[in-house]
């Protein structure tokens, strides 16, 4: 091998490297490692961890993560300087592998069942431990200080501790991140992620069904992760623990959705919505802030964002069609899964070769126009709830009365599309209630009650919006082009739909909804379904499928309902 030297070695070693790098434990390094005080050192060391072998790297900077993960984890730096990494197997959250430990202080307020699955406490701390000892095996365990919840009076103290510098550097992005004076008085954190989850789960524990496990115990305000590296766990972990202690905890509503704010109006609009029904998309507004992309919390001062950072999907990312979100993807941001040209690392997100659901997280403030404190101070004038009809049959637009409004919340109808979860490979029609089922953690009926009692104190429009399928069902028809769900958007946010007259609305029957028959940009045609679809039999065959499918998916809250909002849903004469 050639030397810049020109002198022949045996021992390979790369030259012009500066000697920090080839001695990772100098004192260069060690000035980001370890650097906590007394009673947080004696935290770690009540808690398992060997602080004679393992060094912690706390809130470093992004840069040496950067460093960390080409190092160490085959992570690549992308044309545009986003980090690429890769989440090995799991390439989407695992629903099936979620517990919550059953202990007295949550265990009646939990909605048991299929989503919050029994854990019991001698389990959780087996796995605590399994999840401790891994990372003890580590030479570096990263450590990352932050916030959940904008507003000081709500916000929580978050801790992740974990072995890769991908996941560090997606909570850095996705958490609040911390001043330095507010890192330095941090203190006790009130939720700690242990994410070891390069570690399998031992199957023949009592409880596990599978090598992933990923688990929260209320009672401890912790949670663990094993056998999963998918970063996506432990931002849901955070939103699953908000979606619990706000209601009880401050009797504030927290929701599954993204926020814009109107500087001209002053208005604030709350978008509902699952994974790929376009709530990312559709916040990114140029002519709006941004107050967040996906979780907030409906407080009695206003509207507040729970992340620091956005997660958006990449699939068939471009320009031209989010303009905003492409141009984040730059230093600082993660690309997820995503596949890259190898000769000039250009990413390519029309490659679906690992997965559908390749992801980009990245910092707020990389929106030029996010809203930052990310919060406002006024009450939705607008709530738009979105949903991606894989059969064609609802409107692109339709004006809800309040008790519609809660039917729809509740039922949460859409369609799960390719890769937001493992197995998913075509969409598949989907009732997720309070659009959040994956995530929800009280009774359905607690949050839409909140959320009908907001509604009606801030007199808020509510609209059902539907970027699936127009013209025909999945398989004939098409999606619902943007522009024109953009157009429908601006008309809601402009006040010109609220502003028709009745006479320029017509019902849809069998759902019972208002729709608009005109708004500017937007062919006539399209708002009908009943015009856009060319087989008139095969429509209205959808339509009584759907309605049968609405009502038999609504049939187990309604004991819980008021009688006006159950005869809000469709009715099949």
Same mark, same amino acid.
């Given at each position: 091998?050639?030397?810049?030297?020109?002198?022949?070695?045996?021992?390979?070693?790369?030259?012009?490297?500066?000697?920090?790098?080839?001695?990772?434990?100098?004192?260069?390094?060690?000035?980001?490692?370890?650097?906590?005080?007394?009673?947080?050192?004696?935290?770690?060391?009540?808690?398992?961890?060997?602080?004679?072998?393992?060094?912690?790297?706390?809130?470093?900077?992004?840069?040496?993560?950067?460093?960390?993960?080409?190092?160490?984890?085959?992570?690549?730096?992308?044309?545009?300087?986003?980090?690429?990494?890769?989440?090995?197997?799991?390439?989407?959250?695992?629903?099936?592998?979620?517990?919550?430990?059953?202990?007295?202080?949550?265990?009646?307020?939990?909605?048991?069942?299929?989503?919050?699955?029994?854990?019991?406490?001698?389990?959780?701390?087996?796995?605590?431990?399994?999840?401790?000892?891994?990372?003890?095996?580590?030479?570096?365990?990263?450590?990352?200080?932050?916030?959940?919840?904008?507003?000081?009076?709500?916000?929580?103290?978050?801790?992740?501790?974990?072995?890769?510098?991908?996941?560090?550097?997606?909570?850095?992005?996705?958490?609040?991140?911390?001043? @330095?004076? $507010?890192?330095?008085?941090?203190?006790?954190?009130?939720? &700690?992620?242990? %994410?070891?989850?390069?570690? !399998?789960? =031992? /199957?023949?524990?009592?409880?596990?069904?599978?090598?992933?496990?990923?688990?929260?115990?209320?009672?401890?305000?912790?949670?663990?992760?094993?056998?999963?590296?998918?970063?996506?766990?432990?931002?849901?972990?955070?939103?699953?623990?908000?979606?619990?202690?706000?209601?009880?905890?401050?009797?504030?509503?927290?929701?599954?959705?993204?926020?814009?704010?109107?500087?001209?109006?002053?208005?604030?609009?709350?978008?509902?919505?699952?994974?790929?029904?376009?709530?990312?998309?559709?916040?990114?507004?140029?002519?709006?802030?941004?107050?967040?992309?996906?979780?907030?919390?409906?407080?009695?001062?206003?509207?507040?964002?729970?992340?620091?950072?956005?997660?958006?999907?990449?699939?068939?990312?471009?320009?031209?069609? @989010?303009? $905003?979100?492409?141009?984040?993807?730059?230093?600082?941001? &993660?690309?997820? %899964?995503?596949?890259?040209? !190898?000769? =000039? /690392?250009?990413?390519?997100?029309?490659?679906?070769?690992?997965?559908?659901?390749?992801?980009?997280?990245?910092?707020?403030?990389?929106?030029?126009?996010?809203?930052?404190?990310?919060?406002?101070?006024?009450?939705?004038?607008?709530?738009?709830?979105?949903?991606?009809?894989?059969?064609?049959?609802?409107?692109?637009?339709?004006?809800?009365?309040?008790?519609?409004?809660?039917?729809?919340?509740?039922?949460?109808?859409?369609?799960?599309?390719?890769?937001?979860?493992?197995?998913?490979?075509?969409?598949?029609?989907?009732?997720?209630?309070?659009?959040?089922?994956?995530?929800?953690?009280?009774?359905?009926?607690?949050?839409?009650?909140?959320?009908?009692?907001?509604?009606?104190?801030?007199?808020?429009?509510?609209?059902?919006?539907?970027?699936?399928?127009?013209?025909?069902?999945?398989?004939?028809?098409?999606?619902?082009?943007?522009?024109?769900?953009?157009?429908?958007?601006?008309?809601?946010?402009?006040?010109?739909?609220?502003?028709?007259?009745?006479?320029?609305?017509?019902?849809?029957?069998?759902?019972?909804?208002?729709?608009?028959?005109?708004?500017?940009?937007?062919?006539?045609?399209?708002?009908?379904?009943?015009?856009?679809?060319?087989?008139?039999?095969?429509?209205?065959?959808?339509?009584?499928?759907?309605?049968?499918?609405?009502?038999?998916?609504?049939?187990?809250?309604?004991?819980?309902?008021?009688?006006?909002?159950?005869?809000?849903?469709?009715?099949?004469?």
């Amino acid at each position: 091998m050639y030397t810049p030297h020109g002198t022949h070695h045996s021992h390979y070693q790369t030259p012009y490297v500066t000697p920090y790098i080839l001695n990772p434990a100098s004192a260069v390094h060690d000035q980001f490692e370890n650097n906590f005080m007394g009673k947080e050192i004696e935290y770690f060391s009540e808690a398992g961890f060997d602080m004679s072998k393992i060094h912690i790297r706390r809130n470093a900077p992004v840069a040496q993560l950067y460093e960390d993960a080409v190092r160490n984890e085959g992570a690549i730096i992308s044309s545009t300087g986003a980090l690429i990494n890769f989440s090995g197997k799991k390439t989407g959250r695992s629903p099936k592998d979620k517990r919550i430990v059953f202990e007295e202080t949550s265990k009646d307020e939990i909605w048991w069942g299929p989503v919050n699955i029994k854990m019991d406490e001698h389990t959780f701390e087996i796995n605590r431990e399994r999840a401790i000892d891994y990372l003890n095996t580590r030479d570096l365990v990263y450590v990352f200080d932050g916030y959940a919840g904008w507003d000081p009076k709500y916000r929580i103290k978050v801790r992740v501790i974990c072995a890769r510098a991908y996941h560090a550097l997606f909570m850095n992005n996705m958490l609040i991140r911390p001043t @330095e004076a $507010e890192l330095q008085d941090f203190g006790e954190p009130d939720f &700690i992620i242990y %994410n070891a989850g390069q570690f !399998p789960a =031992n /199957r023949f524990t009592a409880g596990m069904t599978s090598t992933t496990s990923v688990e929260i115990n209320f009672k401890r305000m912790e949670m663990v992760i094993l056998g999963t590296e998918y970063a996506g766990e432990m931002k849901k972990g955070v939103f699953s623990v908000m979606h619990y202690l706000m209601p009880v905890k401050f009797g504030q509503l927290s929701l599954h959705s993204s926020a814009n704010y109107g500087t001209e109006k002053e208005d604030v609009t709350l978008f509902f919505g699952l994974s790929g029904t376009g709530k990312t998309t559709l916040s990114a507004d140029p002519k709006r802030q941004l107050i967040g992309d996906d979780e907030h919390v409906w407080s009695d001062e206003g509207v507040f964002n729970i992340e620091g950072g956005c997660y958006a999907k990449c699939i068939n990312l471009s320009p031209e069609k @989010e303009p $905003e979100i492409h141009a984040a993807i730059r230093f600082g941001s &993660i690309l997820e %899964n995503v596949v890259y040209n !190898p000769l =000039n /690392r250009i990413p390519d997100y029309d490659d679906v070769g690992i997965t559908e659901n390749t992801r980009c997280a990245y910092p707020i403030e990389y929106i030029p126009n996010a809203r930052i404190p990310c919060l406002a101070d006024k009450q939705p004038t607008n709530i738009i709830m979105l949903t991606c009809d894989a059969f064609g049959v609802l409107p692109p637009v339709s004006k809800l009365t309040p008790e519609q409004a809660s039917y729809h919340f509740l039922a949460g109808y859409t369609s799960k599309t390719p890769g937001t979860e493992d197995g998913v490979l075509e969409p598949i029609p989907t009732f997720s209630t309070c659009y959040s089922a994956p995530f929800i953690v009280l009774h359905p009926s607690r949050y839409a009650t909140m959320l009908a009692e907001r509604m009606r104190g801030a007199n808020a429009h509510c609209w059902l919006i539907n970027t699936g399928w127009v013209g025909g069902k999945y398989g004939s028809g098409s999606r619902c082009p943007l522009r024109y769900t953009r157009a429908i958007v601006d008309a809601i946010h402009n006040g010109s739909l609220a502003a028709l007259p009745e006479s320029d609305y017509e019902n849809f029957d069998v759902f019972g909804l208002s729709i608009p028959t005109k708004v500017d940009n937007v062919p006539s045609e399209v708002l009908d379904p009943r015009k856009a679809w060319p087989d008139k039999d095969a429509f209205n065959k959808e339509v009584k499928k759907l309605a049968g499918m609405f009502n038999r998916a609504f049939a187990v809250f309604e004991k819980q309902v008021d009688e006006k909002v159950r005869l809000a849903g469709p009715r099949i004469v």
